[in-house]
T-cell receptor, first 113, second 112 residues
Framework: DAGVTQSPTHLIKTRGQHVTLRCSPI?????VSWYQQVLGQGPQFIFQ???????GRGNFPDRFSARQFPNYSSELNVNALLLGDSALYLC????????????FGDGTRLSIL | QKEVEQDPGPLSVPEGAIVSLNCTYS??????FMWYRQYSRKGPELLMY????GNKEDGRFTAQVDKSSKYISLFIRDSQPSDSATYLC????????????FGKGTLLTVNP
């Protein structure tokens, strides 16, 4: 069975641009979460979506937004990119929302010039 | 004080050694505990998922949780060069919470 898939794997943008990252969860998983991992740190929670609704949001500015589609795939959007947005963006899926282990994709590495 | 503290290392051991990795946490609301392994340029891979205090074993890996001391550990027996990676501890509060809170990760190198 396929794991969590993310696209693209790498992306280079300049300050002020907009980016869209995509995630397909494990088959049968209805919950998708997004995390940001900067070099040398653990992942930081951005969003969780379940059944197309936002169920949680971390401490990130409104420039970050996301959505989940009827097939449970998800997009993370970041507007007005800053140098500090350079990071590995990870998507994780789980069957539901409550106290269930999350399985991660290999992420999208975003570099801002 | 960070909610989850983890010594970033680096930790270097010879092949066959027993490795001990640790995290402490400050919030007693954390109820579920995980260990992830992350290879360079890859996403975190779930190794262990535990709830109660005590030990859980899976092959060469043992996860230990001490809720009274707010301390969790991962032991790796007979370590192999393929175990070289960053190990991340992660926690979830009980109830309907969904957010994983991670430690910084410990970089482990197992030398042949």
């Amino acid at each position: 069975d396929a794991g969590v898939t993310q696209s693209p794997t790498h992306l280079i943008k300049t300050r002020g641009q907009h980016v869209t990252l995509r995630c397909s969860p494990i088959s049968g998983h209805k919950s998708v979460s997004w995390y940001q991992q900067v070099l040398g740190q653990g992942p930081q929670f951005i969003f969780q979506y379940y059944e197309k609704e936002e169920r949680g949001r971390g401490n990130f500015p409104d420039r970050f937004s996301a959505r989940q589609f009827p097939n449970y795939s998800s997009e993370l959007n970041v507007n007005a990119l800053l140098l500090g947005d350079s990071a590995l963006y990870l998507c994780a899926s789980s069957p539901g929302t409550v106290n269930q282990p999350q399985h991660f994709g290999d992420g999208t590495r975003l570099s801002i010039l | 004080q960070k909610e989850v503290e983890q010594d970033p290392g680096p930790l270097s051991v010879p092949e066959g050694a027993i490795v001990s990795l640790n995290c402490t946490y400050s919030n007693s609301a954390f109820q579920y505990f995980m260990w992830y392994r992350q290879y360079s340029r890859k996403g975190p891979e779930l190794l262990m998922y535990t709830y109660s205090s005590g030990n859980k074993e899976d092959g060469r890996f043992t996860a230990q949780v001490d809720k009274s001391s707010k301390y969790i550990s991962l032991f790796i027996r007979d370590s192999q060069p393929s175990d070289s990676a960053t190990y991340l501890c992660a926690m979830i509060r009980g109830g309907s919470n969904y957010k994983l809170t991670f430690g910084k990760g410990t970089l482990l190198t197992v030398n042949p």
